[in-house]
């Protein structure tokens, strides 16, 4: 019997030696599902904000393009009703001379709109650029104010 209580001794030190190590495989592993569950969190955070990034931006595209081709849709009628209004007047004068000049001074007024309208659209073409990206820009200078909290932490 006295080697049966040697091999119990033997057993039960082995089990002592063996508890911290497994006291410590299982923080190891807790540590391990702890940060694994931190990175998804963060991944998942960063995911959801890039999804609500991307539908700002595709929200000002869509409403600013909409309004470029409701400009020129306006222009294409304002010019179109100053053409036939210009042909009505033509069809009344009586004379050559008169016609050339009729002509010159419509297409002087057409020049000085066409202008404009083209101004116009590009003012709305650089709002158009200017609203789609923000929400970029804006998603950007977040994550690298967040990169530079982390990185002097």
Same mark, same amino acid.
């Given at each position: 019997m006295t080697v049966k209580k040697a091999k119990s001794g033997a057993a039960g030190s082995q089990v002592k030696a063996i508890a911290p190590a497994a006291d410590k495989v299982t923080s190891f592993a807790q540590t391990t599902v702890d940060q694994a569950q931190? #990175?998804?969190e963060k991944v998942n955070e960063l995911a959801h904000g890039n999804v609500q990034m991307m539908d #700002?931006? #595709?929200?000002?595209?869509?409403?600013?393009l909409t309004d470029i081709q409701l400009k020129a849709m306006e222009f294409a009628q304002v010019n179109v009703n100053t053409g036939f209004a210009f042909v009505r007047e033509l069809f009344s004068v009586r004379d050559g001379g008169e016609a050339i000049l009729l002509q010159q001074d419509?297409?002087?007024? /057409?020049? @000085?709109?066409? /202008?404009?309208?083209?101004? @116009?659209?590009?003012?709305?073409?650089?709002?158009? #650029?200017? @609203?789609?990206?923000?929400p970029v820009q804006d998603s950007v200078t977040k994550s690298v104010a967040t990169l530079s909290?982390?990185?002097s932490a």
């Open positions: 931190a #990175a998804f #700002a931006a #595709a929200n000002a595209y869509k409403n600013r419509f297409l002087k007024a /057409q020049a @000085e709109i066409l /202008q404009m309208q083209v101004k @116009e659209l590009n003012d709305l073409s650089v709002a158009l #650029a200017r @609203e789609t990206l923000k909290r982390g990185i």
